[in-house]
């Protein structure tokens, strides 16, 4: 979630950046594309420059003309861009380990390191790329708003599982927790561990289990003890006319 947040936040600000400061980012472009075309040779920044020179028809900065600017042109004293980059040319015929070609064939005959080009592209490629961005800037601002979009709702549906997830652990925790404090009593119906507490027993028989056998109710009790009684006073009547008999 992390992620998304620093994703979402960087491209509104590269968006915001380009907006406000595009004057300062198309003058760092130029520069860039200028050190490129008086650097080009073997280099990853000079096929880049010859992709976009070649698919986009165009050849230079500004023009053609950029290139009398490049540090090896300028060895050979041109004063017109008659030895150019073999991608600004529509069909073009390379010399063997070399990148530049010309459509003067004084020059192919005289130098067998330049190949042969035919159609020069005389559109600046700035201006190429101004145009295709004109006709185009809808279908960019839509695709970047696009993208924002569902890179919140990502971020919106990651924040609830989070939310949820956090939700579903607390519960846990928290049954845990009352099991733990509080067990259910109908799990451990004989807190006694399953022996049985002869100190008390329901004298009706209550608990369906078995009666103690030497169990009396009271009332049997209170009729056993008026019998003793009786027994007791027959027995001390009968003692006494003894007595007196003999």
């Given at each position: 979630?992390?992620?998304?947040?620093?994703?979402?936040?960087?491209?509104?600000?590269?968006?915001?950046?380009?907006?406000?400061?595009?004057?300062?980012?198309?003058?760092?472009?130029?520069?860039?594309?200028?050190?490129?075309?008086?650097?080009?040779?073997?280099?990853?920044?000079?096929?880049?420059?010859?992709?976009?020179?070649?698919?986009?028809?165009?050849?230079?900065?500004?023009?053609?003309?950029?290139?009398?600017?490049n540090s090896f042109i300028q060895t050979l004293n041109l004063t017109s861009?008659?030895?150019?980059?073999?991608?600004?040319?529509?069909?073009?015929?390379?010399?063997?380990?070399?990148?530049?070609?010309?459509?003067?064939?004084?020059?192919?005959?005289?130098?067998?390191?330049?190949?042969?080009?035919?159609?020069?592209?005389?559109?600046?490629?700035?201006?190429?790329?101004?145009?295709?961005?004109?006709?185009?800037?809808?279908?960019?601002?839509?695709?970047?708003?696009?993208?924002?979009l569902l890179q919140l709702a990502e971020l919106s549906i990651a924040a609830?599982?989070?939310?949820?997830?956090?939700?579903?652990?607390?519960?846990?925790?928290?049954?845990?927790?009352?099991?733990?404090?509080?067990?259910?009593?109908?799990?451990?119906?004989?807190?006694?561990?399953?022996?049985?507490?002869?100190?008390?027993?329901?004298?009706?028989?209550?608990?369906?289990?078995?009666?103690?056998?030497?169990?009396?109710?009271?009332?049997?009790?209170?009729?056993?003890?008026?019998?003793?009684?009786?027994?007791?006073?027959?027995?001390y009547q009968g003692y006494q006319e003894a007595v007196q008999h003999y």
């Amino acid at each position: 979630m992390g992620f998304l947040i620093v994703l979402v936040l960087g491209q509104l600000f590269v968006t915001v950046l380009l907006l406000l400061d595009k004057k300062k980012i198309e003058q760092s472009v130029n520069d860039s594309v200028d050190r490129i075309i008086s650097q080009y040779g073997n280099s990853s920044a000079s096929r880049l420059m010859d992709n976009v020179q070649h698919f986009a028809e165009c050849c230079g900065r500004t023009g053609p003309g950029d290139w009398l600017k490049n540090s090896f042109i300028q060895t050979l004293n041109l004063t017109s861009p008659e030895v150019l980059p073999c991608s600004c040319f529509q069909t073009f015929q390379p010399a063997s380990a070399s990148y530049w070609c010309s459509d003067n064939s004084s020059f192919t005959a005289a130098e067998t390191w330049i190949g042969e080009g035919h159609g020069t592209f005389n559109e600046s490629c700035s201006q190429k790329i101004n145009d295709w961005l004109k006709e185009n800037i809808l279908t960019i601002v839509a695709m970047d708003a696009i993208l924002i979009l569902l890179q919140l709702a990502e971020l919106s549906i990651a924040a609830s599982l989070f939310r949820s997830l956090g939700q579903k652990e607390v519960r846990k925790k928290n049954k845990r927790l009352v099991d733990e404090s509080d067990p259910d009593s109908s799990t451990d119906s004989n807190p006694a561990g399953g022996e049985q507490n002869h100190a008390f027993m329901d004298p009706d028989g209550a608990d369906g289990g078995p009666t103690d056998p030497n169990y009396m109710p009271a009332e049997d009790a209170n009729m056993a003890f008026d019998l003793y009684n009786q027994n007791q006073n027959l027995g001390y009547q009968g003692y006494q006319e003894a007595v007196q008999h003999y």
